[in-house]
């Protein structure tokens, strides 16, 4: 059990939690979060959440205590850079320098990490091995008073916290495992997530952009509750269900049409600005993903694949669909 580890994305409703040991999940629940934790990804009551945690590990049956967390888009600052060819040690020395423009903080207040993308090399001395021109990297930085305040939260609810990565580079190690043309092609991703829906876009197996569309479940569910005149709570349930049809009431596909028309307008624009782009598919998941004809009218004027990041377990494959970003803590 040792090598067990714990992979924690804490959304703006909902918490996803998977356990995975040599490269399989083993555990994965999704808990729903109390009114009032979360603004957006921002978490408002710390001990409130730690008091969830601990409840969502005792209900999805976990045994490890060893835990990395994803951090939001909101709290990390990624940036591509290219730099002189340089060792490990002198890279994190260098880094907090490349920051500068991007934070406005004093430096020494943030953990900076990296991962290396490309060397440069000189084609003229292929032979030599000290022959690198440049090495280009992404790098990352993200708060010390952050960390600490994850620490402390895992602390409380009996958990360690041993990894925080990025929410973008947690995606990216999922899809590593399980996309074997992940690294050859470009890869468009959308996570239909409950406030907000999030297009992340790689570059042969590389973090390239993200775009955020200020649109998700919840909008839907509000659409639906106007359509059926009912409570939001009464109405998530209805829309689950679907309830008179409510999935496709003019108003709810109202909602789908301006998830699906920023949608288009970020691929159009990645495609303008890369004419020579691979993109061939659109992975999605998230907790939109259960409402099949928001994901059709999303998909069906691109001229891409629509593909399920479905690759836990087809009893329970909404479940799945839910916990790429978790899943992809624990793997690479």
């Known amino acids: 059990m040792s090598n067990n580890l714990i992979g924690i994305e804490i959304g703006s409703s909902r918490m996803k939690l998977a356990e995975v040991r040599d490269g399989k999940v083993i555990h994965f629940i999704t808990y729903d979060l109390p009114e009032g934790t979360m603004r957006g990804r921002e978490i408002l009551a710390w001990d ?5 945690l601990k409840k969502a590990v005792a209900a999805g049956g976990f045994t490890s205590k060893k835990c990395a967390i994803a951090i939001p888009d909101e709290e990390t600052h990624l940036r591509r850079l290219s730099m002189p060819p340089m060792n490990d040690q002198q890279l994190l020395v260098n880094l907090p320098y490349e920051y500068h423009e991007l934070i406005a903080d004093n430096k020494d207040n943030y953990i900076y990490d990296y991962s290396l993308i490309n060397i440069k090399r000189d084609p003229e001395n292929q032979n030599n ?14 708060s010390k008073e952050l960390i600490s305040k994850y620490k402390d939260l895992f602390k409380r609810a009996g958990l360690k916290l041993v990894a925080a990565r990025p929410r973008t580079l947690a995606l990216s190690s999922y899809m590593k495992a399980k996309i074997p043309e992940f690294m050859t092609k470009d890869t468009a991703v959308i996570d239909f997530g409950y406030t907000a829906s999030q297009i992340d876009i ?22 639906a509750a106007e359509a059926l005149n009912k409570d939001p709570h009464i109405a998530k349930e209805s829309l689950k269900v679907n309830t008179d049809d409510v999935q496709m009431k003019e108003s709810v596909i109202n909602v789908y049409d301006s998830v699906a028309v920023e949608v288009m307008r970020a691929l159009n624009y990645f495609s303008f600005e890369n004419p020579d782009n691979t993109l061939e598919t659109l ?4 907790g939109g993903s259960w409402i099949q004809p ?39």
Do not use: H, M, P
């Open 129 to 142: 091995n000290t022959n690198a021109l440049e090495i280009e990297i992404l790098g990352a930085a993200v």
């Open 283 to 286: 992975y999605y998941f998230g």
């Open 202 to 223: 790689f570059r042969n197996g590389v973090y390239e952009v993200t775009r955020t569309i200020d649109v998700g479940v919840a909008a839907i569910i509000k659409a």
């Open 294 to 332: 928001f994901v059709i009218d999303v998909v069906q004027d691109l001229s891409l694949k629509a593909t399920a990041l479905s690759a836990y377990d087809q009893e329970n494959k909404n479940a799945v669909i839910d916990g790429a970003t978790a899943i992809g803590l624990c793997l690479g």
């Open 48 to 52: 409130a959440l730690a008091d969830e």
